[in-house]
Structure formats: structure tokens, C-alpha cells
């Protein structure tokens, strides 16, 4: 409603302030329609996905209140939260790293190959605990994006380590757009 009140408020003001001839302020008018039944179509699909995003959260909520008394989805959180505070670590110290480098101190090569060692090490501790886990079908979805994260995670600390011993800034910004993107798995 408001959409409409407002186009026709700016075909009016248009119109009224402009010199154009009549068949120019139409096709003017007919580009403007255009543009907002484009803008409208637009909403209508976000509109939708939307609605299913809401419409799969509610699934899951379903789900985890359904398997809230299973033994495994108690061992895979505290799994995750054990694995989620290694890697934090193990950024925030490649992030040390990183900014050391580009505060121009000198870097412990060795330094940063034992966190880039220690990222793959969270790695496989949170992979080798999974395995003895017997995962619903909502720990199974969870734990894939965990494992597509690791992989872009393993990755992107392994060119950060690559960047900072080669004093490749190019690399480094690469690696770090990399590891900031692995977050949309999560």
C-alpha cells in the first residue's frame, strides 16, 4: 500500500514539475512500473525464502526436542563446544601471528607452524570424536557443514602459514578472505 501511495505521489510530482510532453511522462510512468514491479517480484521471492527458512527452523526445533534425551546428541555438543574453543584458540593465535607480521616484527616461523599444526590437530581431535558418535539425522546435517568448514579452515590457515613464511601480503589477504568465508558453513 505504501509502495503504491508513494509511486503515485512521484508520478504526480513528476508530472506536475515536469515540461515533458504527455507521451514522455507515460513512458516515463511505464519505465517507473516496471522498475517497481521489478522490486516487487523481488521481495515476493526473498518473501519466500524466508518463509522456508522459517519453515525449516521449526523443523529443526522439532527435531532437537524430539532427540533432546538421545545420549549422542549430548556427547556431540560437548564435542563441538570442545572443538569450537581449539580452534578459537588457535585463531586468535594465528590472528597474534598475522598481526605481528604486519606491525613488521620479526616472526617465529616455528610459531606459526605449531598453531597451523594445532588448527589440524582441533581438526582431527573433532573428527575422530564424531566418528564414535551415532548422529541423528539434524547432528548429521550439522556435523557435514563442520566438516566443509574444516576443510576451508585447514586450508586457509596452511596459506596464511605459506604467506607469512613466504612474506606474500597477496597470499595472506587471499588466505584471510578465505578463512573469513569458511565461517558461512557454520
Known sequence: MKLRLSATILILLAAGCSNSSPEETLIEQEEYKSELEGLLQTEQVRNQQLALHLENLDTQIVNFERDRDNPNV???VETVTEYAGGITENLNKMDEHITAYRNGEQLNTGDVVKTRDAVADTVEKYEAAVGELELTDVLEREHSNVVLANEEITEAVNQIAD????EDDELLNEAIE???SATEYL
Request: hydrophobic letters at 50%; a positive charge; glycine letters at 0%.
Open 178 to 180: 578465505r578463512l573469513q
Open 74 to 76: 549430548e556427547k556431540y
Open 163 to 166: 604467506a607469512l613464511a613466504a
